[in-house]
């Protein structure tokens, strides 16, 4: 069976959601550079108006405002494309947000929020573009971000490892249903690990009657100054961006930017066949 991919990205169509910053912003220009006209989807209009009007220089850009987590909102995007493009050849569901607490801290508002945005996000960007490029027949690609904590369960993340635990499933099975029906659609998910972006202010964006968060105590204190010792790693989102695309064009599914996040993920599949939990994992650790 061949893998699909699309390896010219010179013409096609994509979209991009929270594209206005950090990953997504990275995304856009690298896809002007290789050619592509990119649709920018953002729930930030200033941002994404900014964003969009530093990337027109580049290439053909259309910005729309869009709260990926209204499935709604989502379908009136994928018709606006249509109107604008017809279906898109690739789509990158990139949008999320995190937020943090002891598991048994943290709020139905973190898990409620992180839900929608992180796992409801990519189903609905699924639902609304999915059957309109099955139904065009053309060779596409769906690039989902998760996160290595969607295999590595870091304490202090509950809800956000859940989600991205939840969408790494979700673009597997994804992946395993074209490949069944026969559809020349490829699937990608990427698993960055401490990249430079605004992810840690993602309450900027939290819906005002979601405002009920876990309390930062010792035990969160004591997390992030272990993972503060992490930030000399830390990648920015070009790095993560141009790894994406490579491995896009390449038909790649699972992409790790981040090297050494391989080496974690073989500690936590030996940590599981010894019957043990992983915990918190750092490079040259054991």
């Known amino acids: 069976m061949v893998k699909p991919m699309i390896d010219d990205l010179r013409g096609k169509t994509a979209v991009v959601t929270g594209a206005a910053s950090g990953i997504g912003f990275a995304l856009t220009k690298r896809l002007l550079d290789e050619g592509a006209r990119v649709v920018m989807a953002d729930i930030e209009a200033d941002a994404l108006d900014k964003a969009a009007a530093s990337a027109g220089d580049l290439g053909e850009v259309l910005a729309v405002r869009t709260d990926v987590t209204d499935g709604a909102a989502v379908e009136s995007m994928a018709a606006r494309v249509d109107d604008a493009f017809g279906p898109p050849q690739l789509v990158f569901a990139n949008a999320g947000v995190t937020a943090t607490g002891a598991s048994w801290e943290s709020t139905l508002d973190d898990w409620q929020w992180m839900w929608s ?63 069944e029906a026969g559809h020349p659609i490829g699937v990608s998910v990427v698993a960055p690990w401490f990249v430079m972006t605004r992810l840690a202010q993602s309450a900027r964006n939290r819906p005002a009657e ?29 790095d993560v961006a141009d790894t994406v695309i490579d491995a896009v064009k390449a038909g790649q599914f699972a992409i790790f930017p981040y090297e050494p996040s391989r080496q974690a993920l073989r500690a936590r599949v030996d940590a599981l066949l010894e019957g043990d939990v992983l915990g918190l994992y750092l490079p040259g650790e054991k």
Not at 220 to 230: D, G
């Open 210 to 238: 979601l405002n009920e968060t876990a309390p930062v105590g010792g035990f969160m204190r004591n997390v992030w100054a272990k993972l503060a010792s992490m930030q000399d790693v830390a990648l920015t989102a070009v």
């Open 117 to 179: 945005v992180n796992v409801n996000g990519a189903v609905n960007c699924v639902r609304s573009f999915v059957p309109r490029m099955i139904a065009s027949g053309n060779a596409g690609h769906v690039c989902i971000t998760g996160s290595l904590a969607g295999y590595i369960n870091q304490p202090g993340f509950a809800a956000y490892n859940a989600s991205k635990a939840a969408v790494t499933a979700l673009a597997e099975t994804l992946a395993a249903d074209l490949l």
